[in-house]
């Protein structure tokens, strides 16, 4: 089948980018502007799934641009002439469709910092942050040559979205696109400029940064040699970050979609960098998978990773604190530092058993599966009891931010210390637990050897 040609590539990103900011505008002006995420990542999921094997289905100006600037680099991605066409034609269509909704409905709306002015610091970074991990996972999942299999791709690209959206839109709106932040300017405001300038910078601004860890991550995408340690804890630090992020951003906004967003991150985070480190993004699962012997890690690797996940987790905590002005939570809310320590062991020993089952931990999808659905429920079940962290990282970022709101008094100490006890313990648990159940396989010669004993 010959390659689409240029005038097919761009017609499919203009009705792409189209279809979304129609469908996303006509959701959000009918006054449910909570379903609004779900729109947004179901069209992105299925338009990716439609139209990617002609144009690979970029729809968003900040995510085009990472992609040619990689091919500038030496890397994958698109030549500099179909990224600038991209770009005019996905700008082109955002605005189409917001005088369109508009036009049919109305009734228009703009992205813009939902507390007022005063916040739009704390929107721009929550836009740039998930705009660098959106066009993270593009890069990673969409265009690496060592990236999974890419049949799951629009399935991860909507479960990116919705992690990003529902993480974000209590504070900026959830936009993550400059075409719908320049479209409904433009077309739905009647050319009337609100906050778009400032969003399609720090989206564009959080697309490079992506690139440049896309970089690290992946240097023999760009002719140099696989990395090595430095590229694998970089994937640890990067994807441990976004997941608790993610995390606290959800649970700082009482979002009952919280545990949609936790799955999310960590399923999309996990198939990203699975062919990178691993995709651990969890001290306890890091442990667990050396002292099993499971991962044939090294001590000073496990550690390296280990500090990797935990600064990844603790700079995440003070992120999100600042957004929210000091926004935290408690870690253990009962005091029941018993219970806390029970309840906490027990799972995490199921989560990290479960983890390493060869059946879950061999492929990236099984590890998706194992810890995306693993941990919300987890979530769920000890929130009100242990705060259902279940990862020494997660813990520490939680920490991290309760001191930060308390002027680094250092309280919650004990809660924290509580939790990490409880979570170490647990992995050395489901690694003895699976040293167990799971003995070593014998060479060929001793299992023929055995064979013709049970003969005799």
Do not use: H
Request: proline fraction near 5%; charge should be neutral; hydrophobic fraction near 50%.
């Amino acid at each position: 089948m010959a390659p689409p040609s240029m005038a097919v590539r761009l017609f499919c990103e203009f009705v792409g980018t189209f279809v979304l900011m129609f469908s996303v505008g006509c959701t959000v002006s009918l006054g449910i502007p909570f379903a609004g995420g779900a729109v947004y990542a179901l069209v992105i999921c299925f338009g990716t799934y439609a139209l990617g094997r002609f144009s690979g289905a970029n729809f968003n100006p900040a995510a085009s641009i990472a992609l040619g600037l990689s091919r500038l680099m030496g890397g994958p991605g698109l030549r500099p002439g179909a990224m600038a066409a991209y770009v005019c034609v996905q700008l082109v269509a955002g605005v189409l469709a917001a005088r369109a909704f508009t036009t049919v409905i109305g009734f228009t709306f703009y992205y813009g910092p939902l507390n007022g002015e005063l916040e739009l610091p704390s929107a721009l970074l929550v836009e740039f942050l998930f705009t660098c991990m959106y066009v993270f996972l593009v890069l990673n999942v969409g265009v690496a040559r060592n990236s999974s299999p890419s049949v799951g791709y629009g399935l991860v690209m909507g479960f990116a979205t919705l992690s990003g959206v529902y993480s974000t839109g209590g504070i900026s709106g959830g936009c993550l696109n400059p075409a719908l932040a320049i479209g409904l300017d433009l077309g739905g405001n009647d050319f009337q400029i609100f906050f778009s300038p400032q969003y399609a910078a720090a989206e564009i601004l959080g697309a490079l940064v992506a690139l440049l860890l896309f970089r690290v991550l992946r240097p023999e995408d760009f002719g140099g040699p696989r990395g090595g340690i430095v590229a694998q804890c970089t994937s640890e630090f990067v994807g441990s970050f976004f997941f608790v992020l993610s995390i606290g951003m959800a649970i700082l906004q009482m979002s009952p979609m919280a545990p949609i967003v936790i799955m999310s991150a960590i399923a999309t985070m996990s198939i990203a960098l699975f062919r990178v480190s691993g995709a651990r993004l969890n001290s306890a699962i890091t442990i667990a998978f050396t002292a099993s012997g499971y991962a044939q890690l090294s001590l000073l690797r496990t550690l390296t990773f280990i500090c990797a996940q935990c600064v990844g987790g603790a700079i995440a905590g003070l992120t999100f604190s600042v957004i929210f002005g000091g926004g935290y939570w408690p870690l253990v809310p009962t005091s029941a530092y018993l219970e806390a320590f029970a309840a906490e062991f027990c799972v995490v020993s199921i989560l990290c058993y479960v983890i390493l089952s060869r059946s879950m931990a061999k492929t990236s999808t099984g590890l998706a599966i194992a810890m995306g659905v693993g941990l919300p429920i987890g979530a769920m079940t000890l929130g009100s009891l242990s705060g259902g962290m279940m990862n020494p990282a997660a813990t520490l970022g939680a920490f991290v931010a309760e001191a930060y709101a308390n002027g680094f008094s250092y309280r919650g100490f004990e809660d924290m210390a509580v939790l990490v006890t409880a979570e170490v313990l647990g992995s050395f648990s489901a690694a003895r637990l699976y040293s167990y159940t799971n003995p070593p396989e014998l060479p060929p010669t001793a299992q023929a050897q055995i064979k013709l004993r049970r003969d005799d």
